[in-house]
């Protein structure tokens, strides 16, 4: 590439970002493009290795990674390899997670790192308000031992199962 010396720093900026975001895209594309062979040709990495000239453990990251998010669940504002870091979470959980690093701009190594040690501030609500259920003792046992399982307090994992449904439901978040 060559560019031309008369290139404004407004101008290189820009000109980087639209790169970066073309080659965000490029990893979503050979992504979903391996997932559709895999689908439609069984066993056909090897040819897609040789198509491409990129080794087989890249293009199975782009697979396993695309595999994961349906396109309306990826997200503008952070990277593929932020995706790729919370891949293996519950669907909910990749997307609070991945919300979290937009809006806080996190790189992908921060979000890694907030994942790793679950130190993320958690988000308080502006108003808190007191909820009282009555289940039997074999519901809360059943969800004491999923929440768990995610090395989650039950309240916490209670929520986020709420956010979930409510999510699901396109309910608009305040």
């Given at each position: 590439?060559?560019?031309p010396?008369?290139?404004?720093l407004?101008e290189?900026k820009?000109f980087?970002?639209?790169l970066?975001l073309?080659?965000?895209s490029?990893?979503w594309?050979?992504?979903?493009?391996l997932?559709?062979?895999?689908?439609?040709?069984?066993?056909?990495y090897?040819?897609?290795?040789?198509?491409?000239?990129l080794?087989?453990r890249k293009?199975r990251?782009?697979?396993w990674?695309?595999?994961h998010y349906?396109?309306s669940e990826?997200?503008?504002?952070v990277?593929?390899?932020h995706?790729a870091?919370v891949?293996s979470?519950?669907?909910?959980?990749r997307a609070?997670?991945?919300?979290?690093?937009?809006r806080?701009?996190w790189?992908?190594?921060?979000?890694?790192?907030?994942?790793l040690?679950?130190?993320a501030?958690?988000e308080e609500?502006?108003?808190?308000?007191?909820?009282?259920?009555?289940?039997?003792?074999e519901q809360g046992?059943r969800?004491?031992?999923a929440a768990g399982r995610?090395g989650?307090e039950?309240?916490e994992?209670?929520?986020?199962?709420?956010?979930?449904?409510?999510d699901?439901q396109g309910a608009?978040?305040p």
């Open positions: 590439m060559s560019l010396p008369d290139f404004s407004t290189w820009r980087g970002k639209q970066f073309i080659s965000d490029s990893s594309w050979i992504g979903d493009w997932v559709y062979g895999q689908e439609k040709y069984p066993a056909r090897r040819q897609a290795t040789e198509e491409t000239g080794d087989y293009l990251n782009y697979a990674v695309a595999r349906r396109v990826r997200h503008a504002n990277s593929f390899q995706h870091e891949a979470l519950e669907p909910f959980e609070m997670w991945l919300k979290r690093a937009a806080k701009g790189s992908r190594n921060m979000l890694r790192q907030q994942v040690t679950q130190t501030p958690q609500p502006t108003e808190r308000a007191l909820v009282q259920m009555h289940v039997s003792t046992d969800w004491a031992s995610q989650r039950l309240t994992w209670i929520v986020l199962c709420l956010e979930q449904a409510a699901l608009p978040r």
